[in-house]
């Protein structure tokens, strides 16, 4: 069994990659990669998840991976290791839910709630359901065809931050606990270490009593939200922020001090000194007086606000065409499978549009590629304005675009069809000499009674879109599938 990141005997391909994160490491004198152990039975993934570990850095540090092909080799590591401060896990290795056992294992067994597990599979449809995440206490869950390095990246600095939020409180409360124990003197002593060291700290960090007011805070603490030196101590959350208490803070205070849970970690948002809203993730634990009597609540925050803008911005990215803002294809059909089940288990009506810009390419090749995006901007935002709410409207590729119409029959789809061919017939566009005009050519459909699959219907309006065009184009067809 190998605990650490070295390959197998004869594996050159994973040994020259190990070689490479090595002579990496060489140049961090000061500062070791962050050990990241790869729990997956399939080789290849270890070799791409080196590869990407491999251009990695937070703050000042590097990655390295260790590898784990199986559920047993993982336990065997992370028996003899302490450092490995996050863990991506695979599902299937040697049973169905040999990931699972695992981190069940980690969590009950060896007791390492730090180590921060983010599971991958291979099966992006199969996600684990909620009570899963929670009773195993895994902390994200990824899809190994979603984790490009971008999302690789993104996924472990943030498991790394709240590892190290972890980490830094439990060494503050085994300083705190050791120094219970001595004489006054150490105590005193231990004291006024533990404020200078909770004062240095760069996130805002406090201390509660047993009836919920605070007895200490540090200098971030104060400058996040304002306050002088004493301004809060002997008050408690609600009497301080009153409106702005996020709801989860007294239920986590309540349930660190009855026991019912070890450690608490949330994301909520509050407003800081400037009335600005932040996006922070709580950590807190209790702090004991005699090693189990809690004493009170140790809590720290982390301004999480730029990770969240960054994950809106790739979510954005990731559903949106950046040419006319509306879904793109991989968007749009997941929508609509949703869409078509919510018909199909309510008996409602859906219907889909399939329309093609007439001689776009014709277009193109006369005024150039940067007018043709100027149009099919301008064609979007005008049949956007056709639209309901409800309706989604998809760009398919090129000139190509599709709308689901939820409730909609087929007689109502194809009115919609026919506005949306005169609005845009009726569009001019000043970007040419003497203006620029276009034409689409539509295909109308409608679900079937008992139909479930959306391909079929997105499949009908394309043949029916097609005899538009080879009727003459500018001009709508229906298929109604009977």
């Known amino acids: 069994m190998n605990s650490d990141s070295s390959p197998p005997a004869g594996d ?6 190990n070689l490479r994160a090595a002579k990496a490491v060489d140049g961090d004198r000061d500062l070791p990669p962050w050990p990241i152990l790869v729990v997956d039975d399939d080789p290849q993934v270890h070799g791409m998840t080196a590869v990407l570990l491999r251009d990695f850095r937070f703050k000042d540090r590097g990655f390295i991976p260790v590898s784990a092909h199986s559920a047993a080799e993982a336990r065997t590591i992370l028996e003899n290791r302490s450092d490995i401060p996050v863990m991506l896990l695979d599902v299937v290795m040697e049973t169905d839910h040999a990931g699972l056992s695992l981190a069940q294992v980690v969590r009950q067994e060896l007791g390492n709630t730090r180590l921060r597990i983010i599971l991958r599979t291979g099966q992006p449809g199969e996600a684990p359901e909620r009570e899963v995440m929670l ?17 690789l990246f993104t996924a472990l600095v943030g498991a790394l931050r709240s590892w190290i939020d972890i980490d830094t409180i439990e060494k503050l409360n085994a300083t705190l606990e050791a120094r219970v124990l001595e004489r006054t003197h150490a105590l005193a002593e231990a004291q006024a270490f533990s404020e200078r060291l909770v004062e240095l700290l760069p996130n805002p960090l406090w201390v509660k009593d047993l009836a919920g007011h605070y007895r200490l805070y540090n200098r971030a603490f104060r400058e996040f939200f304002g306050i002088e030196t004493q301004s809060w101590l002997g008050y408690s959350a609600e009497e301080v922020l009153g409106r ?38 709580v950590t807190k634990a209790a702090l004991p007086a005699d090693g189990v ?26 559903t949106m065409d950046p040419l006319t803002g509306i879904a793109n294809r991989r968007h749009f059909t997941a929508l609509a499978h949703q869409e078509i089940e919510r018909a199909h288990r309510y008996d409602l009506p859906l219907s889909v549009i399939m329309l093609d810009v007439d001689f776009f390419k014709t277009v193109n090749d006369s005024w150039g590629h940067a007018i043709g995006d100027e149009l099919l901007k301008a064609l979007t935002a005008t049949m956007a304005e056709q639209l309901r709410e409800v309706d989604v409207l998809g760009r398919m590729g090129g000139e190509e675009f599709a709308v689901f119409l939820p409730q909609t029959s087929l007689e109502g789809a194809t009115q919609l069809a026919e506005r949306l061919r005169t609005a845009v017939a009726a569009l001019h566009l000043p970007v040419v000499e003497g203006g620029l005009r276009t034409t689409i050519s539509l295909g109308v459909t409608t679900r079937l009674e008992g139909e479930t699959l959306f391909d079929h219907l997105l499949s009908r309006a394309d043949r029916a879109m097609y005899q538009a065009k080879q009727m003459g184009r500018n001009r709508v067809t229906a298929e109604s599938g009977q």
């Open 12 to 17: 050159s391909g994973k040994k020259r990659l």
């Open 135 to 151: 009773s195993y206490d895994i902390n994200d869950y990824r899809s190994k065809t979603e984790l490009t390095a971008q999302k």
């Open 244 to 281: 702005h208490l996020p709801p989860e803070e007294l239920e986590s205070d309540c349930r660190v001090l009855e026991g019912s849970s070890r450690r608490e970690e949330f994301e909520t948002q509050i407003p800081d000194c400037s009335g600005r809203n932040r996006a922070l993730l």
């Open 293 to 318: 009597v809690p004493n009170g609540i140790i809590g720290m925050a982390i301004d999480i606000s730029e990770r969240k803008n960054l994950e809106r911005e790739l979510r954005r990215l990731a």
